[in-house]
T-cell receptor, first 112, second 115 residues
Framework: GDSVTQMEGPVTLSEEAFLTINCTYT??????LFWYVQYPGEGLQLLLK?????DKGSNKGFEATYRKETTSFHLEKGSVQVSDSAVYFC???????????FGTGTSLTVIP | DTGVSQDPRHKITKRGQNVTFRCDPI?????LYWYRQTLGQGPEFLTY????????KSRLLSDRFSAERPKGSFSTLEIQRTEQGDSAMYLC?????????????FGDGTRLSIL
């Protein structure tokens, strides 16, 4: 069935380090792909999205490219900040079926 | 934009009792979603509404669960005869439009604990 597999955490990085959080998916069609973020004490919020193959979503210095050939949507940021410390969730929405799947989340801690 | 509001924030109840949660979406949002999240896991989709119509239900939504959105505004999620396994955070989200590419705005959730 459709699913999302996300890199396990927790991840601890020093400020200004490069970040990659891996996300791969299994789907029988062509889903839309998302990254959501949950900052400490806050609700989930959309970080970026891509709706078709080769699309690149970007926001707040984060990027992810929809790779159909590798069924991946890895999240990257060139230089992380302490304020990026949060839990990151990869998600896919597959239509038809109208089902929504989230990964298990990856906790990121950035230390000064 | 006052955000998605969920009530109560916490609910503690004994096994076998019924519980009801409420979600007030962002006012102009016509879509409303319910999710369940357990510790260390991502949100699991339960159901969603387009206005007052419930258009999709997950296999996770057993017969003990029922959701309504009678006037296309707020929604309630009821769990009957609660079980230990129902302990989780219940999240509500809302979005605009008729497609699925619009961002979902999440509430802070209702944490349910079954004694």
């Amino acid at each position: 069935g459709d699913s999302v597999t996300q890199m396990e955490g927790p991840v601890t990085l020093s400020e200004e380090a490069f970040l990659t959080i891996n996300c791969t998916y299994t789907a029988t069609g062509y889903p839309s792909l998302f990254w959501y973020v949950q900052y400490p004490g806050e609700g989930l919020q959309l970080l970026l999205k891509a709706t078709k193959a080769d699309d690149k979503g970007s926001n707040k210095g984060f990027e992810a490219t929809y790779r159909k050939e590798t069924t991946s949507f890895h999240l990257e940021k060139g230089s992380v900040q302490v304020s990026d410390s949060a839990v990151y969730f990869c998600a896919l929405i597959f239509v038809p079926g109208n089902q929504f799947y989230f990964g298990t989340g990856t906790s990121l801690t950035v230390i000064p | 934009d006052t955000g998605v509001s969920q009530d109560p924030r916490h609910k503690i109840t004994k096994r076998g009792q019924n519980v009801t949660f409420r979600c007030d979406p962002i006012s102009e949002h016509n879509r409303l979603y319910w999710y369940r999240q357990t510790l260390g896991q991502g949100p699991e989709f339960l159901t969603y509404f387009q206005n007052e119509a419930q258009l999709e239900k997950s296999r996770l939504l057993s017969d003990r669960f029922s959701a309504e959105r009678p006037k296309g505004s707020f929604s309630t999620l009821e769990i009957q005869r609660t079980e230990q396994g129902d302990s989780a955070m219940y999240l509500c989200a809302s979005s605009t439009g008729t497609g699925f590419n619009q961002p979902q705005h999440f509430g802070d959730g209702t944490r349910l604990s079954i004694l």
